[in-house]
């Protein structure tokens, strides 16, 4: 269930996802609902948005590993081609849950920002870390993976809205010089 509500709501945010619907993509009981998510919609939309924080994380870690050369630049053109071959392959409908719900209930209910913030938070920190591996300093790393995000999440937006993923391609071709230059002179490889 916490699969089938993130995946709807990449398509329809927050309040155009129904518990009924949730339920029926899950192919569950509708009784299980009060069993497993007590708390109700709230709950369930919460769960849906750590995982997918928690999938974003896997990600960064995944591409990281098989990048070459191992660059800042790289790194964000990797992140930037996953959404790319899925735009590409299954279509634009579907964009990040957590610009989603972001969009729709962050200014509205309080507990889903501080998670959606949280998503976010547990996004970066892999960035952040795969960004000091490649000799970024720490100091700059934070402030690089959240410009990394920031601009794969607009972009993300622009493409769904375009049905192009020429914005993709523009960022990933236009950040990499600035993202490689963060690694201090003579500490390249």
């Not at 750590?50 to 050369?69: F, S, T």
């Not at 964009?95 to 719900?101: D, E, I, N, S």
């Not at 300093?137 to 402030?143: G, H, I, L, M, V």
Request: hydrophobic share 45%; with cysteine.
């Amino acid at each position: 269930m916490v699969r089938a509500a993130a995946e709807l709501i990449r398509t329809k945010g927050v309040s155009g996802t129904g518990m009924r619907e949730i339920v029926q993509v899950a192919n569950a009981p509708r009784g299980s609902l009060q069993s497993y998510f007590p708390g109700g919609k709230d709950q369930l939309v919460s769960e849906a948005l750590r995982w997918m924080g928690g999938v974003a994380a896997h990600r960064v870690l995944r591409v990281a590993a098989h990048i070459d050369p191992r660059t800042p630049g790289a790194l964000f053109a990797g992140t930037v081609d996953l959404w790319r071959q899925e735009f590409l392959t299954s279509g634009f409908g579907g964009g990040c849950p957590l610009v989603g719900a972001a969009a729709d209930v962050a200014s509205t209910s309080e507990s889903l920002r501080t998670v959606i913030s949280d998503g976010f938070d547990g996004w970066q920190r892999p960035l952040e870390e795969v960004l000091q591996s490649m000799r970024v300093p720490k100091q700059r790393s934070a402030t690089l993976a959240m410009v990394m995000l920031s601009a794969l999440e607009g972009a993300i937006v622009l493409s769904r809205v375009r049905r192009s993923v020429e914005p993709l391609d523009a960022v990933a071709q236009e950040l990499a010089p600035f993202l490689d230059a963060a690694i201090p002179k003579g500490t390249q490889h």
